[in-house]
């Protein structure tokens, strides 16, 4: 279903990198920010505009976004190693980033999600291959679920408070670029641990007393943010519950204006309309809350809301262009391939520069050994040669 220019393009040798004037793909600082996109589309234009350049045989650096997103629409089942047990796959935000996005730059180019797979290399002879999935969900048990692990954290203090809370948001960056890995089991998990106090260990308590319950706030607009953007169909006692939670926190301490709070106005309305509700909390305290929504702003929150709607669209926008890219590369029906053939032939397109791949059959009377290694190979035969004569020599004296 692609032309010749992209087939061109499919069999180029090409290594694909991000921008020189970027750090990564950018998903997870996006990602983090749910404020400011709604759609996942937009964290794969994102993937594809900071990995969309290449180098090819030539050594020609340049824009290959075309190239990328033609390659991605042919990809099935992706692969990933863990050789360490150091750090995991929710330990830090380059896991969702990296494999996370390509497989939702895949799955928004060829319209199917790939088969996502961890080559689990941690323990030597015992080499396994697991779904990402699987692997998720052990890690999930064996720590932020894990009575022990949580203790661990703490008696870390504030570092183990801060653990939990970024382990939560790389929960969310998986969420956001792969939504089949993330469950509202494990949403309801989280909410009964650490908000509900499920093992009974006055978590509440412990991020107060650590100096940080701006974790705990985070975490739980974490948890709101799932709700909001339909991950986690959450009743609405625990969206109440999650709610007065975060609001409490924010009028005690303050915004923690991390990149989902204060610089989140979409959901600050959320929690001012569940808090409102009859029997939730009194009015004097819903005024407070919002008065403090509107201080770490500057501005009311009506103009916030209307400002992000203004902002969103904007960058919506501005990703149209990769997205129609990204559609113009998905693979065609045997109808629209039809039409295609059937209608006049075009000659416009723009050359690609790279090697096209071609099947070729090996001679029988050609080696398949460079010269230089040939060279290398006489060579040796000469001077065994030459060693068996002068054995047979000394063995005759």
């Not at 199917?112 to 692997?135: C, G, H, M, N, W």
């Not at 009506?302 to 400002?307: G, I, T, W």
């Amino acid at each position: 279903g692609h032309s010749a220019e992209e087939a061109e393009n499919l069999s180029a040798r090409r290594i694909f990198f991000p921008a020189p004037s970027t750090y990564g793909t950018r998903v997870n600082k996006l990602a983090g920010s749910s404020g400011i996109w709604e759609d996942d589309g937009e964290l794969a234009a994102v993937y594809l505009n900071s990995m969309g350049y290449s180098v090819d045989a030539g050594g020609t650096v340049g824009e290959a976004r075309a190239a990328l997103s033609a390659g991605l629409s042919q990809v099935e089942t992706m692969f990933h190693s863990r050789s360490s047990n150091v750090y995991g796959v929710t330990d830090v935000d380059d896991m969702f980033q990296y494999f996370g996005g390509l497989s939702l730059a895949v799955r928004k180019n060829s319209g199917k999600a790939p088969a996502e797979y961890i080559i689990d290399q941690r323990r030597r002879s015992a080499e396994k291959v697991t779904s990402l999935k699987s692997f998720m969900s052990a890690e999930l048990d064996s720590r932020l679920y894990n009575r022990e692990w949580i203790e661990a954290m703490m008696q870390e203090k504030y570092s183990g408070g801060k653990t939990l809370a970024r382990m939560t948001d790389n929960v969310w960056g998986w969420q956001a670029v792969t939504p089949d890995n993330v469950t509202a089991a494990d949403w309801r998990n989280l909410y009964e641990i650490y908000v509900q106090d499920r093992y009974k260990l006055n978590m509440k308590e412990f991020f107060a007393a650590s100096g940080n319950e701006w974790a705990l706030q985070s975490m739980t607009a974490r948890m709101l943010e799932a709700v909001r953007k339909n991950y986690w169909d959450a009743d609405l006692t625990t969206r109440q519950s999650l709610a007065v939670e975060y609001a409490k926190s924010v009028i005690r301490q303050g915004m923690a204006c991390c990149d989902h709070t204060c610089n989140n106005p979409l959901l600050n309305q959320v929690v001012v309309n569940l808090i409102s509700m009859p029997g939730v909390m009194s009015p004097e305290m819903v005024m407070k809350f919002q008065v403090a929504v509107e201080k770490a702003a500057a501005k009311t929150l009506d103009d916030q809301v209307r400002e992000r709607r203004e902002l969103q669209k904007q960058l919506a926008d501005s990703f149209g262009d990769s997205q129609r890219q990204a559609e113009a590369h998905k693979p065609v029906s045997e109808q629209q391939k039809a039409q295609s053939e059937s209608a006049p032939a075009r000659n416009d397109s723009v050359p690609v520069k790279g090697f096209k791949m071609e099947s070729k059959k090996a001679n029988a009377e050609e080696t398949t050994l460079a010269s230089a290694g040939l060279k290398w190979t006489i060579m040796g035969a000469v001077f065994l040669l030459i060693g068996l004569f002068a054995w047979g020599a000394a063995r005759r004296e």
